[in-house]
């Protein structure tokens, strides 16, 4: 140190400051360091943050060339990334300098370095939830990004836990951003949440919409055997997953970037509604268009709506929506400013305020002017992978009629090596669409199988969740095909929102001696191909009433009603209005358009539109409950020391929980993909105690946890992937290489399979066909009932009525009701949610009235009968049996007066 000091005062005053700002600099990494991720408030989520497991182990990484976004950095494990700005120097070689003391009689000047607040830009919930099941999986977000954010060069944070099952060694996550691999990590992270860090290389985030694609790769500790598939799985941590921002760049300013605003930790989009003191039913009217037109242009498919004062906080954003002078007097003059003409406009978030977004103008037909510049119709931009997964968020629309390439709506080929190959994908079928069987949807499946396979191999498909059709794999020297059907009876689909997922059981004899050593040079056994189809035909069109599931995932009847639909709500207090607006957004998501309610406070009882009804229990007729069949007397049992409880107001709610035992049960939600809106029970012994009796009911469980497995490495470049030779050309020349001499066995095996394949088949349409025949009983925890039926004679004054005990309970219930994973149970005539469990338990339809929706064409009625007869077998054969009995005994009488008598 003496040898030093007198070189540094020899150096130039200008390298002293070099020298200096060096020194700051270090301080000022260290205080980041600590800041990153700790800036979102306390208030913005209930949802408490789990302990996460920082590997502090270096990993070789290779840093992508500036030149060439399409090669991708690795991942690293996450401490304090740096995160270069605009302005950021570039790295300077490190080298001696010699500073010069300071001169005597003036204070050195010292800079003040201030770390940049960051904040994470979370992903969107969606109907998968954040689990990646199976030997393979995968899950595409789209994502906007503003012009200003796509000029930086931005991290990609991604925080999981897996199942203790999952062997690290040959078990991978990788990262992928407009088709393009970002970057690969083992998946280690068994006990505790582990968080990993990628660069995303510049240029390749466009502005507008972008794909981002999470893809797991995972193979089994112990076991071999398909049934074990099912136990792997990693859960994405939603609260430490997503873009790492600047919060000066989070920030939007236009309405063409509402897609930008952020999800908060849970995936949801929190709006609140800033309303005057004693609202009227116009201004409600008003908030509900901005709601649904943000839900609807920004994709997001969870918006939960509150009502308050101007919130703070870095998600989400505020509204107001009236004229100038009512906003003025709201939110105070600075925040609208001189208006003489209708204004749509966005204010960047503030301190201690969200993003707002202010609607208004001098007078109400202003306000009305200034709501139409949202439909203002714009073509979306973005990349082309990024606009193909916002067209297919939350699932791709079809009308019937039409063919669909898999690989157009976010399928990608895959080569797989595993047992269980597992492929999925969301469609969206008209609200009036007539499920019934009168016509088969046919997947096309293009790929192959490798020769070796046992005689469980075969093809399986399940439509939301039931197994709609089996093909066997019957060929023990393998096969390559380009159209393989898989027919599916329509009446397996739904109206709205419906998921396909295809599966591949491709075990070999290998598997029963199961070396989980052998899976890294296990050669490939199965092939998809991203050029498979599915063929949709023709379909019936009419709606059927009640029935809350077409409500829940297609909005009908209220999307398309001839007339302005009707809103029920006899107090408008700020609970009730938060629980309709985020209700109604849902509906106009699942509709793809916004929906028009008319509010009303006293009950349209002879109206001729449909009626949403959404209130306490206690603010509604229980006559009117009765005469729309709904449980009143279970419910008012059920809920007897609940009806009438007093709001809480704004303050949260206070479960208890906190400490250990609060990080145990963040960890109980991401083991059971539990929805974070929902609130899980607490049973005795505490979250941890729930959590042992999982983690002992674990198959191939161990008390230690993994070492870390190899570093993680860069996933194949964009030009490998260009380059690479045709993969079916390649799997049809090596199979036309092997022995074929079997194909007398493989036609007597065929034989077999072919009728066992059939009468499974039979055995799961006909359940099918059964299902929801047998009322659920009411649970004590039922905390929200959602029901449906026909009010009068009238098809068209049909009532949707939503209703909880008090307003808290409705304001937190149908938070939960509108999560994907949630609201695609509603079904039946009523719906009866657990928000303890997230379940739903429904009461079937005894009588369903038919709703004429399109044009009564020939073609239209044609199907439309096929599908009623299908649907009402009884009918069919005693028609069949009248029409025989008919024709026989016309014919007798015929024959009888014909000819001549012989005797």
């Not at 990628?198 to 972008?210: A, E, K, S």
């Not at 800033?274 to 268009?289: K, S």
């Not at 088969?440 to 469980?456: C, E, N, Q």
């Not at 009866?832 to 709703?851: E, Q, R």
Request: glycine share 8%; charged share 20%.
């Amino acid at each position: 140190m003496k040898r030093l000091l007198p070189t540094y005062a020899r150096a130039p005053r200008r390298l002293r400051a070099f020298a200096t700002l060096g020194a700051f600099a270090l301080l000022a990494s260290q205080a980041l360091a600590q800041a990153i991720f700790l800036t979102a408030p306390s208030e913005v989520s209930r949802i408490d943050r789990p302990p996460v497991t920082i590997d502090r182990t270096p990993v070789n990484t290779t840093p992508a060339p500036q030149a060439a976004p399409q090669f991708p950095a690795a991942a690293r494990p996450a401490p304090a990334p740096q995160f270069p700005g605009p302005s950021a120097a570039p790295a300077m070689p490190a080298q001696t300098v010699q500073i010069p003391p300071a001169p005597q009689g003036a204070s050195a000047a010292r800079p003040s370095f201030k770390p940049r607040a960051t904040m994470l830009r979370h992903l969107a919930n969606n109907i998968q939830g954040y689990r990646l099941a199976g030997e393979i999986g995968s899950s595409e977000w789209p994502i906007y990004i503003t012009d200003k954010q796509a000029r930086r060069r931005l991290q990609f944070q991604l925080g999981y836990l897996s199942a203790v099952s999952v062997m690290p060694e040959f078990s991978r996550l990788t990262l992928s951003i407009n088709d393009q691999p970002v970057g690969t990590t083992p998946i280690t992270a068994v006990q505790t949440v582990k968080t990993v860090v990628f660069d995303i290389p510049p240029g390749l985030l466009r502005p507008g919409f972008n794909s981002v694609r999470i893809t797991t790769e995972q193979r089994h500790r112990v076991d071999c055997s398909l049934e074990a598939t099912q136990e792997l799985w990693t859960q994405i941590d939603p609260t430490q997953t997503g873009l790492i921002l600047d919060e000066a760049d989070a920030a939007i300013d236009a309405i063409s970037d509402l897609g930008a605003l952020p999800a908060d930790e849970q995936g949801a989009l929190p709006l609140r509604a800033v309303m005057p003191a004693n609202p009227t039913t116009r201004d409600v009217e008003r908030m509900l268009r901005v709601v649904q037109l943000i839900s609807i242009i920004g994709r997001f498919e969870q918006p939960v709506v509150d009502a308050g004062a101007l919130a703070g906080g870095l998600y989400g954003a505020d509204l107001l929506v009236g004229t100038a002078a009512e906003l003025a007097a709201i939110a105070g003059p600075q925040m609208v400013g001189l208006v003489t003409k209708p204004r749509a406009f966005v204010l960047p978030m503030g301190p201690g305020r969200r993003t707002t977004i202010v609607v208004t103008g001098a007078d109400a037909q202003q306000v009305d002017e200034a709501i139409k510049q949202f439909l203002v119709a714009t073509k979306p931009k973005g990349a082309a992978a990024g606009l193909r997964a916002a067209a297919a968020f939350p699932g791709y629309r079809v009308e019937g009629g039409q063919r669909i390439r898999l690989g157009d709506i976010g399928v990608r080929s895959s080569e797989f090596d595993g047992r269980l190959f597992r492929v999925a994908f969301n469609i969206i079928m008209p609200s009036d669409f007539y499920p019934a069987d009168y016509g088969r949807a046919t997947v096309r499946v293009a790929g192959g199988y490798s020769p070796g396979l046992t005689s469980k191999a075969q093809l399986v498909m399940y439509v939301n969740e039931r197994t709609a059709v089996s093909l066997p794999l019957l060929k023990s020297t393998g096969e390559v095909f380009k159209d393989n059907p898989l027919p599916v009876p329509l009446g397996f689909l739904r109206p709205g929102l419906n998921r396909i997922e295809i599966e591949a059981h491709v075990p070999t004899p290998s598997d029963e001696s199961c070396d989980t050593l052998a899976a890294k040079d296990a050669p490939n056994r199965f092939l998809f191909l991203d050029s498979t189809e599915i063929e949709i035909p023709p379909i019936a069109r009419v709606g059927r009433l009640p029935d809350l599931a077409v409500t829940a995932t297609g909005g009908f009847p209220f999307a398309g009603a001839q007339r302005r639909s009707k809103l029920f709500m006899p107090r408008l207090d700020p609970k009730t209005i938060g629980a309709a607006a985020t209700f109604v957004a849902h509906l106009a998501v699942v509709a793809g358009r916004p929906i028009d309610f008319e509010i009303t406070q006293t009950p349209p009882l002879k109206a001729k539109s449909p009626t949403l009804a959404v209130a306490p229990f206690d603010a509604l007729d229980l006559d009117l409950l009765k005469k729309l069949d709904m449980p009143v007397d279970d419910l008012a049992r059920v809920w007897r020391e609940k009806i009438g409880v007093e709001s809480r107001g704004g303050a949260e709610k206070d479960d208890g929980v906190v400490g250990v035992d609060a990080a145990t049960r963040n960890r109980l939600v991401l083991q059971n993909n539990f929805p974070m809106a929902c609130h899980p029970p607490q049973s005795i012994g505490g979250f941890r105690a729930m959590l042992r009796n999982i983690d002992r009911l674990a198959v191939g469980a161990t008390d230690s946890e993994d070492p870390a497995a190899d570093d993680a490495e860069p996933a194949p470049t964009g030009d490998e992937e260009e380059n690479a030779p045709d993969l079916f050309q390649e799997w049809d020349a090596r199979l036309r290489n092997e022995n074929r001499l079997s194909w007398l066995f493989d036609w007597a095996r065929y034989i077999g399979e072919w009728g066992k394949a059939k009468f499974t088949d039979a055995g799961h349409l006909f359940r099918g066909l059964d299902r929801g025949t047998s009322p659920s009983e009411m649970s004590p925890a039922t905390s929200l009932a959602l029901g449906q039926n026909i009010l009068g004679g009238s098809n068209e004054n049909v009532w949707t009525v939503l209703t909880a005990p008090n307003a808290d309970a409705l304001a937190d219930s149908v938070a939960c009701l509108v999560d994907p994973r949630v609201s695609r149970q509603i079904t039946g005539q009523v719906s009866l949610l657990d928000i303890s469990k997230a379940k739903i338990d429904a009461i079937p339809v005894s009588n369903t009235h038919f709703v004429i929706t399109q044009p009564l064409s020939v073609g239209n009625a044609r199907l439309i009968a096929a599908g009623w007869l299908s649907l009402h077998s009884l009918y069919y054969v005693g028609a069949a049996l009248a029409i025989g009995f008919v024709l026989a005994f016309t014919t007798r009488i015929f024959v009888k007066n014909v000819g001549r008598r012989t005797s």
